[in-house]
C-alpha cells in the first residue's frame, strides 16, 4: 500500500465525523485541486502535496482547539508510518500547522514554499464558487450563527484572535474572508481562476441583498 492509499485510509477513520462544510468530500476536492495544480509542473514533491491536502483538516482549530497537541501527536506518529524523509515529514506538518487563513492574519512571516503554496491555492480555490456558499451556509448553521443580522457589522480589518472570537453571520463571512480570497492567490494563472469564481459570489450577494430588502 503506497502513501497516498495509506493517507486516505487514516482520513476516511479519523475525520469521517467532521461536519458537511469540512468532510471527505470537501477533503477531496482539495485534494483533486492540488493534484490539478501540480500536474502543471511536476517538477514539485507531489507526496508532500497530496499527503499535505489529505490531512490539511487535522488540526482545525474549529474541531480540535481543545485537543490540539494530541492531533499533533496522531500526525507525528502517522506520518512516521510511512515511507518519507525527515524533511518530508517536516514540510506535511509545516503546511497542515499554518494552513489555516486566520494564521495569514498575523504579523509573523510564514515560510511559503512551493508545495505550501499549491495546497493553500487549492483549500482556498474550494473556499469560493458554488460549493464554498452551501460549505458556509452549511457551517454557521451547525453552530447556530444567523444567516444574517444588519445590527452585526462587518470587520474587514483583525487581529488572528479578534477574527476566530467576533461576532458572526454568514453573510458576514463572504466579506470577512471568502471575498478577500481572490487576491491571495499564489500563481496568476489561479488567480484568474480564482476572479471567475470570486464574480460568482458576487452575483449571489446581489441577488440576496435585493430579496432582502424587497419590502423596504
Known sequence: MNNITKTKNFIKKELEWLCSAHDLHHINRVYKISETIFLEDKKWNKEIILISALLHEML??????????????KIENFLNSLEL?????????????????????????IDKFIEFQIVEDA?????????????????????????????IKVELDMTPEEYRNHKWTSINHFYEKLLK????????FWKKIAKDRHKFMETFLEQFFWEWNWEK
Open 181 to 188: 480570497l481572490k487576491y491571495l492567490m499564489n500563481t496568476n
Open 85 to 109: 524523509n525527515k524533511q518530508e515529514k517536516e514540510k506535511i506538518t509545516y503546511i497542515v500547522e499554518n494552513i489555516w487563513y486566520w494564521k495569514s492574519l498575523s504579523w509573523k512571516k
Open 60 to 73: 482545525d482549530n474549529k474541531f480540535f482547539e481543545w485537543v490540539l497537541e494530541k492531533q499533533k501527536e
Open 123 to 151: 483549500d482556498r480555490l474550494e473556499s469560493i464558487w458554488a460549493i464554498a456558499i452551501a460549505r458556509t451556509f452549511a457551517y454557521w448553521w451547525k453552530k447556530h450563527i444567523p444567516i444574517y443580522d444588519p445590527e
